[in-house]
């Protein structure tokens, strides 16, 4: 139109022009004359937008808090216009779903009905450029849904591992029978790192690692351990699993192919009855599971073919065929991986060295009494530590042991105590928030509700002198005790003059001791 504007505007418009803009768009030369009069006479060069209702920020911050619903967001438009007298000012239901369709986008209405997890399902992602193998891993913690048998106990393991996002080989793997911590991501990324067996052939040094900001992969010994291999470590952000999409794949490729078949899944689709777990001697023993996820780790290798690999490929296949070099570490560098040291100086004594007020003890210590040594140890295991010298490097003196260990009897009576005890007082705080809280009765009316339970005033009284009763004496001096009366021969103090003594007076010929 803009071109057919300029030439009417010199005199050189002919019909030949309307004809060939006519062909060109498909319409028929009349619909273009029609074009160039309205052109001529509004000076419009496009056709005029009808008028139509847009959503606002008001309308957005309705839609908010009725989670997408439009319906009920007329409904609230009509009683307010109603209530202030101007019940056309509203449009119609149909309006409003038409302008809500055509100004939000899919993804911003599902956000509104599902929140942040369903608007991101309307989202795009791209991929991340293809690279070699150890350029990066991802690493996380995964809950496994499947409660497995431990002293006579029902739990639900975690497992922590790392894979290659080049090949997809899972490199290192650490299973855990509660919430891991950061003694599982170390002994994941040892078994990662190491080539020798039972850990390779995969593994080497990784050009960086991935992981969410777990406050476990973020710890000062992870951080410390890495660093010493100058491998960085990127934090992504939280609550964003698409960063890491490789382990996140992983994590749900587990679910389906292994735990969803085995006995104990709790996510498992049953009847409409009531849930009932099954009985601990029906579930898989601990050592079991733990050697059945890594068949499944090793299967996964070696013969599953992920659709991200190109040619059809097992991880393995793709880990062979990739010729980028592996940097690997000596055994001797990983030998003491991953150890902590609190920088305290101690002594071999006659009882060992001690350490957080336990003795630990060795064979290699005989003849070593007196000697300064200084003690490196697992995080959250304190069975066994290293023990280094603390002249010169640090030589490695060897391992020590727990002196005084409870048998495996003693540690499952301990624990069922200490059950007992966090049983009785959950008890005793479930009773106190019971008679804490006040309880209402249901209303079908617009009225204040009143109490469910009705007390009288002497179970009120009552109650209230018994509470005073209890906090008086939880006041009182449990140590406060009387004085006794003084033996018969001691001086006691003379009344002044003019006063009365209500104790009596000395007799005569008494002696006096001070």
């Known amino acids: 139109m803009a071109r057919l504007v300029a030439l009417d505007a010199r005199g050189e418009l002919a019909t030949e022009h309307a004809r060939a803009v006519a062909q060109a768009v498909g319409v028929s030369l009349r619909t273009v004359w029609n074009w160039v009069a309205v052109a001529r006479r509004e000076g419009r060069l496009s056709a005029q937008a009808p008028s139509r209702v847009g959503v606002s920020a008001d309308l957005r911050a309705r839609l908010a808090v009725w989670g997408g619903n439009v319906a009920a967001v007329h409904r609230e438009l009509v009683a307010e216009a109603g209530a202030a007298g101007t019940p056309d000012a509203v449009p119609s239901l149909r309006t409003l779903q038409r302008a809500v369709r055509q100004d939000l986008s899919a993804g911003e209405r599902a956000g509104l009905k599902g929140g942040e997890a369903a608007r991101r399902g309307f ?27 431990l002293d006579g106990a029902a739990v639900c393991p975690w497992v922590t591992w790392f894979i290659d996002v080049a090949s997809k080989v ?178 071999i004594t006659t009882n060992g060295v001690s350490w957080r007020r336990r003795a630990y003890i060795a064979d290699w210590m005989a003849g070593h009494v007196g000697t300064r040594v200084r003690l490196r140890y697992l995080p959250h295991f304190d069975g066994r530590i290293e023990v280094f010298s603390a002249e010169g490097w640090g030589r490695h003196l060897g391992s020590a042991y727990l002196a005084e260990a409870a048998t495996p009897d003693q540690r499952r009576a301990l624990s069922r105590v200490r059950e007992s005890r966090a049983r009785a007082l959950k008890a005793d705080l479930k009773a106190a928030e019971k008679l804490r809280r006040t309880r209402y009765t249901a209303t079908t009316t617009a009225a204040v509700p009143g109490w469910r339970r009705t007390e009288t005033a002497s179970e009120a009284k009552a109650e209230i002198v018994r509470a005073q009763a209890v906090d008086l004496a939880a006041r009182a001096l449990p140590d406060l005790i009387p004085p006794r009366e003084p033996p018969a021969g001691w001086a006691r103090p003379r009344p002044r003059p003019g006063t009365t003594s209500s104790t009596p007076e000395q007799e005569p010929g008494s002696g006096s001791k001070e």
Not at 262 to 288: H, K, M, S
């Open 170 to 347: 899972i490199v290192g793997v650490a299973i855990t029978p509660h919430q891991p911590a950061r003694d599982a991501v170390l002994a994941a990324l040892r078994t990662g790192i190491s080539l020798q067996e039972p850990y390779g052939p995969f593994g080497g040094l990784p050009g960086r690692v991935r992981v969410d900001r777990g406050k476990d992969f973020l710890s000062k010994a992870v951080s410390r351990a890495l660093g010493a291999f100058a491998v960085p470590v990127d934090d992504l952000p939280a609550y964003k699993p698409y960063r890491k999409g490789t382990i996140e794949a992983l994590n749900g490729a587990v679910e389906e192919m292994l735990l969803v078949s085995l006995p104990g899944y709790t996510r498992r689709a049953r009847p409409a009855q009531a849930y009932r777990p099954d009985p601990v001697e029906d579930l898989l023993p601990y050592p079991d599971f733990v050697r059945v996820l890594l068949d499944w780790v090793a299967w996964w290798n070696t013969e599953h073919r992920p659709a991200g690999l190109t040619g059809c490929r097992t991880p393995a296949q793709a880990w062979e065929a990739d010729p980028a070099p592996v940097e690997d570490v000596p055994e001797e560098r990983l030998a003491f991986f991953a150890l902590e040291d609190d920088g305290r100086i101690r002594k």
């Open 123 to 149: 989202d795009v992602y791209g991929k991340r450029p293809p690279t070699h193998r150890n350029a990066c891993w991802e690493g996380d913690h995964k809950r496994i849904p499947v409660r497995v048998s």
